[in-house]
């Protein structure tokens, strides 16, 4: 089984910037293609960042160039910087680690984005 625990959500004005943390256990983290989700109210889930253990990375079209996905495999960490961050981008954020079979998330981490 393995657990995350996600930090650094917060409030954020627009414009603004805000990193967000990962931290796994349990796993072999090396292999897992970590991602990071959001859902706001009433919407669904959706993948708005994800990284294969070699470093290929994926984003949601909305945040190409604003935010970037990285991970530290000697730290078992898996970071998103959010920049210039938009009231769109408020939500719940969710790290998930997947490998074969295996899909597991972190509780969450609140990002508000208000002036």
């Known amino acids: 089984q393995v657990q995350l625990v996600e930090s650094g959500g917060g409030l954020v004005q627009p414009g603004g910037s805000l990193r967000l943390s990962c931290a796994a256990s349990g796993s072999s983290f090396s292999l897992d293609i970590m991602g990071w989700y959001r859902q706001a109210p009433g919407k669904q889930r959706d993948m708005v960042a994800r990284?294969?253990?070699?470093?290929?990375?994926d984003y949601l079209d909305s945040v190409k160039g604003r935010f970037t996905i990285s991970r530290d495999n000697a730290k078992n960490t898996v970071y998103l910087q959010m920049n210039n961050v938009k009231p769109e981008d408020m939500a719940v954020y969710y790290c998930?680690?997947?490998?074969?079979?295996?899909?597991?998330w972190g509780q969450g981490t609140q990002v508000t984005v208000s002036s």
């Open positions: 990284i294969t253990g070699d470093g290929s990375t």
């Open positions: 998930n680690a997947r490998f074969g079979l295996r899909n597991s």
